[in-house]
């Protein structure tokens, strides 16, 4: 076999081999939103081209200044996991913090104009799933809080946290964007109606969040929109969707009345254990121990605060990485906001971040595996968007 034979053969295994890590990802964006399943497949599938191309081709492992923190969160979890009193039951959260890769792997595989195609994707993809939704509150009567709709996902937090991360997508596209916008336009009114009928009240908080950012980016003047926004909504939306958004601000709701006891519970919780929380996925097992007599449930999954489920489960180390991760993130990406070429995709990521934020004071967001890889994805785009694809 002569040299240029096999630099020919070697030549197309990489371009086999980026093509296929490409397409898994793509596939791992769409699918997300109707399966986890399939979405775990292919980003099992793109893992495994990544790695073929660090060890077959010898290239580098790159990753985002933003991604650090992470890693330092993962060492913090891991330590809280060692010193969990079930470190077996800790472990299972620890799992999820593979999903972390996606951030190398969107950041090798979505380089340049693939950016721009991934948000297409994932746009596209949950215009069906908003679609879904619709159907099952129209059609199905999945019209209350005992059987709400959640698309074909397993709870409806998933599917209406998945729909606040691609509004803001989309609106982003409309814009701040130069092509494909009057599809992200269709799409929109979709998603703002699939959200209240889910009655997920920080899906709508952290959607009002992003819209509020986006509209301020662009023109803070847009901002005088958001009160005829709320006139519509109010006016338009059947009589059950609003009563559930305005108990967000009723203190004698059940719901809202055991969060306020969580928080008390939750820093009870970190006082008795700063340095590494009670332990990765502890807070179910152990609640019986900090529950104060006004609360409203007999037990709870998590403390619905992203913070404060951190600082309680992993420590107050674990919070300062998670924080440093979000400060850093955001600095980055309003440096890229300079730059006209950055804007949509930086915004589109802004978006996800605050939307992320202000829903995760009420829900543990972060701690949902779908909503976690899609808020991976979008955040990351931007840095990819500035890289050169590889020949």
């Not at 939306?237 to 306020?260: G, M, Q, Y």
């Given at each position: 076999m002569t040299v240029a034979t096999q630099a020919t053969m070697m030549s197309r295994r990489h371009v086999a081999l980026e093509q296929a890590g490409l397409l898994a990802l793509f596939g791992v964006a769409g699918a997300l939103q109707f399966s986890i399943a399939i979405a775990q497949i292919l980003l099992a599938v793109s893992v495994v081209c990544w790695v073929a191309l660090i060890v077959v081709d010898r290239e580098s492992v790159d990753?985002?200044?933003?991604?650090?923190?992470?890693?330092?969160?993962?060492?913090?979890?891991?330590?809280?996991?060692?010193?969990?009193?079930?470190?077996?039951?800790?472990?299972?959260?620890?799992?999820?913090?593979?999903?972390?890769?996606?951030?190398?792997?969107?950041?090798?595989?979505?380089?340049?104009?693939?950016?721009?195609?991934?948000?297409t994707v994932i746009v596209s993809f949950a215009a069906a799933a908003a679609a879904v939704g619709i159907f099952q509150y129209g059609v199905l009567h999945y019209d209350n809080l005992g059987q709400r709709p959640q698309g074909t996902l397993g709870h409806y937090m998933t599917?209406?946290?998945?729909?606040?991360?691609?509004?803001?997508?989309?609106?982003a596209r409309i814009l701040f964007g130069d092509r494909d916008r009057l599809w992200a336009a269709l799409v929109v009114p979709a998603l703002a109606v699939a959200i209240p009928l889910t009655f997920s009240?920080?899906?709508?908080?952290?959607a009002c969040a992003a819209v509020a950012l986006l509209l301020f980016l662009k023109d803070r003047r847009l901002l005088a929109l958001l009160p005829v926004l709320?006139?519509?909504?109010?006016?338009?939306?059947?009589?059950?969707?609003?009563?559930?958004?305005?108990?967000?601000?009723?203190?004698?709701?059940?719901?809202?009345?055991?969060?306020?006891?969580?928080?008390?519970?939750?820093?009870?919780?970190?006082?008795?254990?700063?340095?590494?929380?009670?332990g990765p996925n502890m807070v179910q097992p152990l609640y019986a121990q900090y529950r104060e007599p006004d609360a409203v449930n007999v037990t709870n999954p998590h403390?619905?605060?992203?913070?404060?489920?951190?600082?309680?489960?992993?420590?107050?180390?674990?919070?300062?990485?998670?924080?440093?991760?979000?400060?850093?993130?955001?600095?980055?990406?309003?440096?890229?906001?300079?730059?006209?070429?950055?804007?949509?995709?930086?915004?589109?990521?802004?978006?996800?971040?605050?939307?992320?934020?202000?829903?995760?004071?009420?829900?543990?967001?972060?701690?949902?595996?779908?909503?976690?890889?899609?808020?991976?994805?979008?955040?990351?785009?931007?840095f990819a968007a500035i890289r050169p694809k590889t020949t």
């Open positions: 990753i985002p200044s933003f991604a650090w923190p992470l890693v330092a969160y993962a060492a913090l979890t891991l330590l809280a996991t060692a010193f969990s009193p079930d470190p077996r039951t800790s472990l299972m959260a620890c799992k999820q913090m593979i999903l972390f890769l996606l951030v190398p792997l969107v950041y090798r595989f979505a380089r340049g104009s693939h950016a721009q195609t991934m948000v599917y209406s946290g998945l729909l606040m991360l691609v509004i803001g997508t989309a609106l009240r920080s899906a709508e908080v952290g709320a006139l519509i909504f109010f006016v338009a939306a059947p009589a059950r969707v609003t009563n559930r958004f305005e108990s967000i601000f009723n203190l004698k709701d059940p719901t809202n009345r055991d969060r306020l006891v969580m928080l008390r519970e939750g820093v009870h919780m970190v006082k008795d254990h700063p340095l590494l929380g009670i403390l619905h605060n992203v913070p404060l489920q951190i600082a309680a489960e992993r420590g107050l180390p674990a919070l300062g990485a998670w924080i440093w991760f979000v400060v850093g993130l955001i600095v980055a990406l309003w440096k890229q906001m300079g730059d006209r070429r950055q804007k949509l995709l930086a915004a589109t990521a802004l978006a996800a971040v605050v939307s992320m934020l202000a829903a995760g004071m009420f829900e543990y967001n972060f701690g949902d595996s779908e909503f976690l890889m899609l808020f991976l994805i979008l955040v990351t785009l931007p």
